[in-house]
């Protein structure tokens, strides 16, 4: 007779330290279907990975390979129907999660809007390093985008998403709630599966909360205090390596002009409605942009 499992897994976090972030639960029907589940206990979005080894008296229908997004909380996964009545299901499998979506669809030409107010300018330098962003490892090879800012400026979002970490000077002690090791910062889970950190952003009156949504245009938060930089690190896990795969984004840099950002002529910063709603649903572009 089957019986329910569990299968609970643990992820190194880049301070050496095991989290478990998420559990598969499967369990036999009396028709001898295995229904599978899995439970989310962190309070933002992860994304689940399994992997049969092999399968017998079964077929797995879902697209290869098998990836996830978990809310918080239990989701509901898919069912494994038996081939025959006659015998049971038995298989094994393995399992990942990840905080980004390791299958991220990407559109290296997607239209990001600049972090600063409309009508402003903004001024982009090399970033030399991300010291930090891993602890005490660094990135084989990373990119990221930086701009020079005032403390106390406001940042607006580049690009639609949900809040999954806001950190303050000091980190929080809880390491299993970190999506990298840079106070001052916050991190968004984009429409695509991406994770975007803004580094020395911080939002002094606490207007945002986790798994909020914050849409391309609306303010972030500020510049923090003590620092000229904001850098923005656009990333997203890979399924077969521990390494991340990070993203220069294409920036709105004119009228009807998208194109990359470089150290040279400050850029005039506009927000155009038709950028802001690309990723808004049209209750929302009624509502944030008052449209028809």
Sequence with gaps: MFKPAFLILFVFIFSGIKAQLAQVEYYFSGAGDCIFGATNEMKTPVFLNIDFEYINNSTFNEPLPYVKELEP?????????????????????????????????????????????????ATVFDVKNIDGFLGMSTP??????????????????????????IAGREKSENTRSWYNGW????TL????????CYKNVVDPLNKLKLNQKVFAGEILGEVAPGTSELVLL????????????FIIPQFQIGPGKIGMVTPSMPVEVIHPVEIR????????????????
């Design 140 to 165: 084989k090879s990373w990119r990221a985008t930086g701009f020079t800012a005032k403390p106390g400026e406001p940042v607006y979002a580049v690009r639609t998403g949900t809040v999954v970490e």
């Design 277 to 292: 709603g690309l990723e808004m649903t049209k209750k929302e572009q009624k509502r944030l942009l008052k449209t028809k």
């Design 183 to 186: 106070g001052n910062s916050i």
């Design 73 to 121: 909380g239990y989701n509901s996964l898919f069912t494994l129907n038996p081939n025959t009545r006659l015998s049971g299901i038995s298989f094994n499998f393995h399992i990942k999660t990840f905080r980004s979506n390791p299958l991220a669809d990407v559109n290296l030409d997607f239209p990001y809007l600049l972090p600063f107010a409309p009508g402003t300018k």
């Design 189 to 196: 889970l984009q429409p695509d599966g991406t994770l975007i």
């Design 234 to 245: 656009i990333y997203h896990n890979t399924l077969l390596s521990d390494d991340f795969s």
